[in-house]
């Protein structure tokens, strides 16, 4: 069995330790450089206190969210190709879950001296009567949970959120809160979460970890086009993978003209339902390929069989937007890095597409600019994109879940009519220059167990 405080653990800069440049990779790209290292080698002055910052977590073991979150806030972490100071300390951890064995919990409370509390009031309150910390990281995903009858794991990121604004009441202070994924399985659930947020001015950010990534073909739709229609491809389960497909998609087209609308109607689509629509013209075939060959290099033969990958069952989500807009989440193949685009604009035939890459050791170091986009939030009170965005994909996943059970039929979403406008985030996107050092050959830090060990 590996040693679980590896991870932690500030790694020997001594040369009799057989300290390499690649270790130094090793070790900033997977966070695993002590605190105190963070706080004098790297980081630049500072004229105010970093903020700090409470972990709630549903559980932490070995690729979780928590793991692939927490890291980039323990030490430097590559950002752009440039090792980055987290600017913020976790001071605090809230566990949910505690799996025998697998937990990941007490080595990170012993490499890096955290407390844990039993409850997420205790966390926010370090172990005080009121709120002692300036941010709060929220992570309700991976973990042991029911799911609905519809198939959604009952995550539980409203009730945390309920017991971390109970506190913020209580102590007659609001700080920043980021949600991991979407906001809840339930859209009531979601929408209370949100004007909960406004009524009480607590800096509220969610979402996914895919717009941020290095995009391949760099494709930067310019605002203000007309978006005729457009695709967002991933290579995972349903629910899980469409969550991420709608934000990518969300993330790209909510520039076009007017600002976003809203959503109008969802349709499930499965199996050779999905194909007799694209024959129809209900989505495009030729985008789709598009959107495929920007991953792959060259165009796939027939969508339905990607070389190297065993079949599944292929879906599609029809999201018809209040201002015309057509859109698609496709489910090809299985491979858990697949997050691909394509659209047309302004009434003319060419097609403009990307993919996605997440770097190398699958999608853990996506999640290296959502750390630094969550930080930018702590630090300065505000999100880099509109929490609408993930309130509008939340309440459009939920539809569609809720359009399995009718799948070919258009279901009204008369409650998506959300409008926002953009910001622009670039600033907080991977731009590739990560990529030039942390290589796939650079060995990923290991685990808490054997049986995770890559």
Known sequence: MSDPTRLFRSPSTSNQGGFSRRHMLQTIAGGAIAAPLAATAWAAPVAKPRPRVAAIYTH???????????????????????????????????????????????ALSKAYKLPVFETINDALCVGGKTL??????????????????????????????????????????????????????????????????????IPFMAGSSVPLATRRPNLELPPGQVIDEAISIHGGPLESYDFHGLELLQSMIESRRGGETGVASVEFLSGEAVWKAAQQGRWSIELAHAAMKAELGKPLEDLRTVPGEP?????????????????????????STRWNFACRMNGK?????????????????????????????FTTR???????????????????????????????????????????????????????????????????HKLNHP
């Open 60 to 106: 932490c073991t070995y690729r979780s969210h928590a793991h692939v979150i927490l890291e980039n806030f323990l030490g430097p972490y590559l950002f752009n190709g440039v090792p980055t100071d987290p600017g913020v300390d976790i001071v605090s951890i809230y566990a949910d879950q505690r799996p025998e064995k697998q937990d990941m919990t007490p």
């Open 132 to 201: 002692a910390v300036d941010a709060v990281l929220s992570i309700g995903e991976h973990g042991n949970y029911p799911r609905t009858e519809l198939g959604q794991v009952k995550y539980p990121r409203k009730r945390f959120f309920d017991e971390i604004v109970a506190t913020m009441k209580r102590s007659g202070r609001f700080v920043p809160v980021f949600n991991d994924k979407h906001l809840s399985y339930r859209w009531d659930w979601a929408l209370e979460m949100y004007q909960t947020a406004k009524k009480y001015k």
């Open 311 to 335: 079949k599944r069952p292929v879906h599609a989500l029809l999201i018809t937007y209040r201002d015309g807009t057509r859109a698609t989440i496709l489910r090809i193949g299985q491979d």
């Open 349 to 377: 035939p060419s097609i403009h597409s990307t993919a996605f890459y997440v770097g190398p050791w699958d999608n853990r170091n996506l999640f290296k600019a959502l750390s630094h986009s969550i930080q930018h939030h």
């Open 382 to 448: 505000r999100s880099p994109y509109p929490i609408e965005r993930t309130l509008l994909v939340t309440g459009t996943l939920e539809a569609v879940m809720r359009a399995t059970r009718q799948p070919g039929k258009p279901l009204p979403t008369p409650e998506l009519g959300i409008a926002y406008q953009p910001t622009d985030f670039r600033a907080m996107r991977e731009m590739g220059a990560t990529w030039t050092l942390l290589t796939p050959d650079v060995p990923q830090p290991p685990g808490v």
